[in-house]
Nanobody
Framework: DVQLVESGGGSVQAGGSLRLSCSGS????????MAWFRQAPGKEREGVAA???????TYADSVKGRFTISRDNAEKILCLQMDKLKPEDTAPYYC????????????????????WGQGTQVTVS
């Protein structure tokens, strides 16, 4: 079975940094597109950052200049470096992956991804 496992969440003061990791297993071929989503209480799940197999990156406007997404295809690891964190960044963060290429304008649609991790909580105070 395919599994995505996130780690690295925690609590931090505003202005601080966290680094999230997502480790994949149970599949041979690289996922063509991977992304981080978050879902604050009472809000819809929103895409934060995405990267495809050619390392082309997409960011939500709310995190541009603060977050950096990266992937290691050989190790099947996806990372999200989060700097200059704000209280509004507080949410559980989910790793998502797709075997299929996703058009850039659709990479923040949760329905485009077939695999999901269980989430890791990020709290900024």
């Amino acid at each position: 079975d395919v599994q995505l496992v996130e780690s690295g969440g925690g609590s931090v003061q505003a202005g601080g940094s966290l680094r999230l990791s997502c480790s994949g297993s149970g599949y041979t071929y690289n996922s063509r597109c991977m992304a981080w989503f978050r879902q604050a209480p009472g809000k819809e799940r929103e895409g934060v950052a995405a990267v495809d197999e050619r390392f082309r990156r997409t960011y939500a406007d709310s995190v541009k200049g603060r977050f950096t997404i990266s992937r290691d295809n050989a190790e099947k690891i996806l990372c999200l470096q989060m700097d200059k964190l704000k209280p509004e960044d507080t949410a559980p963060y989910y790793c998502a992956a797709s075997l299929y290429m996703i058009q850039i304008q659709m990479r923040f649609r949760a329905g485009e991804y077939g695999w999901w991790g269980q989430g890791t909580q990020v709290t900024v105070s």
